[in-house]
């Protein structure tokens, strides 16, 4: 039980709105999702996260997600579901990656992992299995980079320290939400077995 | 590999707004809501089903359903998205459980085995290791059911034929949406091990 506890500190996950691909294969920003903020803080909370990072260098979208954030913290919205309070108080607006990361490592004395995530196959990706294993080592802070539109811009992956392997389902089509693929990777990499 | 192939034709998924309950543990029937028919139908389509039913007894919702579904199937989203397209193909529309149960035993000469879901941990609940084995007999088709808003109501439960251990995080906190419960139940029910 101890080596699941020491996972559940050991990771926390960052949704990257910016440096990101549109259809056109464009580096954007994207707007931020209602869903994206309430699905994923709640997949986080379950599996036992203690930070969920929400990206955008957009200081509009930063407001609107302190608005709706704030909404269920202190709001109507607080006494109305307290479940929906707990969740979203993970959750830190940042405007980079390196915000986030810088964020994360103020826990650990170890460097923090940053791990690149998409649906596409690349050379040297980590499977779940071994980044699970790594989770369970004590002091290995990894921060689960997940890229919203079409995917996290090239650069990211260049940065990352590690690639995560792609979910595969059945066949070629391979087409997840964001929301979905956080929550399949949390249950990877954090669920009893 | 044939057991794969058997697994994904032995499973589709219903999806209940009627009869679930609400906060307050009445039975109500929910509204659709738009990103449970794409997430939900994109992660199925991932993981290779071919039947996804949408169960509501209300006819301006299941308009509202086919609307959004055509517009992704024949209107304009059609050309622009062609993997939205491909997801959204697998939707049946039903009016009860008791329905899509009927439309998906057409496949199959032996009975379909339905199978309630929650977030609650009930007695002679199912583990998702045996339900995993079950699929992969063959001609063991077994209809997947969950409920929006607060849980399928508990006569769901008492007809189901089946019910499935709930999903468990770290700790009590358990607030997964219906979309990210979905994801993982498909992702431990099906990806390749």
Chains 1, 2 share one sequence.
């Not at 549109?22 to 997949?43: F, G, P, S």
């Not at 260098?57 to 607080?78: C, E, K, L, N, Y």
């Not at 390196?98 to 460097?111: K, L, R, S, W």
């Amino acid at each position: 039980m101890i080596s699941e506890s020491t996972a559940v500190r050991n990771l926390a996950l960052a949704l990257v709105h910016h440096p990101v691909y549109n259809k056109h294969r464009e580096v954007v920003t994207t707007a931020v999702t209602n869903l994206d903020i309430h699905d994923i803080a709640r997949a986080a909370r379950t599996f036992g996260l203690t930070r969920y990072y929400l990206v955008t260098p957009s200081t509009d979208q930063q407001a609107m997600i302190r608005r709706i954030v704030g909404h269920w913290q202190d709001g109507w919205g607080a006494g109305y579901n307290p479940d929906r309070r707990e969740a979203l108080s993970i959750i830190r607006v940042v405007a980079s990656l390196n915000e986030a990361q810088t964020d994360y490592q103020q826990g650990f004395a170890t460097p923090v992992i940053s791990v690149a995530t998409g649906a596409r196959q690349r050379t040297d990706a980590i499977s779940f299995k071994s980044l699970r294993k790594r989770l369970q080592q004590p002091e290995a802070p990894h921060l689960l980079t997940l890229g919203t539109g079409w995917g996290l811009a090239d650069e990211l992956f260049e940065q990352a320290d590690l690639v995560l392997e792609p979910i595969q389902g059945a066949g070629d089509y391979n087409h997840l939400s964001v929301r979905s693929a956080a929550a399949i990777m949390l249950d990877r990499l954090l669920s009893e077995r």
